[in-house]
Nanobody
Framework: QLQLVESGGGLVQPGGSLRLSCAAS????????VGWFRQAPGKAHEGVSC????????YYADSVKGRFAVSRDNAKNTVYLRMNSLKPEDTAVYYC??????????????????WGQGTQVTVSS
């Protein structure tokens, strides 16, 4: 079965950090770009970041630039999203998704082949 599974979400205080994981099964994630998205209640679906599979180039939303870092471990067939200096407005369900290439800064608007089920991140004191 081809699937992506996110993990690592949870409750964290403002200013804290979390690392989300996106693990693939049934296919080799190395050959895909992986995008991270989030959706908060009452807000639009937002593209957070994307990392290419070919050269590892990365893209970030302005709202997370300098705080979030996407990386990949091809040996583990996993992509990570390290989130630092978290703010209450980062609270959302976070999803990962895979497609052939990020497509530059258009990555939030392009179709993806696979999606994970999401993991909740809550930033609150």
């Amino acid at each position: 079965q081809l699937q992506l599974v996110e993990s690592g979400g949870g409750l964290v205080q403002p200013g804290g950090s979390l690392r989300l994981s996106c693990a693939a099964s049934g296919f080799t994630l190395e050959t895909y770009a992986v995008g991270w998205f989030r959706q908060a209640p009452g807000k639009a679906h937002e593209g957070v970041s994307c990392i290419n599979g070919t050269d590892g180039s990365t893209y970030y939303a302005d709202s997370v630039k300098g705080r979030f870092a996407v990386s990949r471990d091809n040996a583990k067939n996993t992509v990570y999203l390290r989130m630092n200096s978290l703010k209450p407005e980062d609270t959302a369900v976070y999803y990962c998704a895979a497609r052939p290439v990020c497509g530059g800064n258009s990555y939030p608007y392009l179709p993806y082949d696979y999606w994970g089920q999401g993991t909740q991140v809550t930033v609150s004191s």
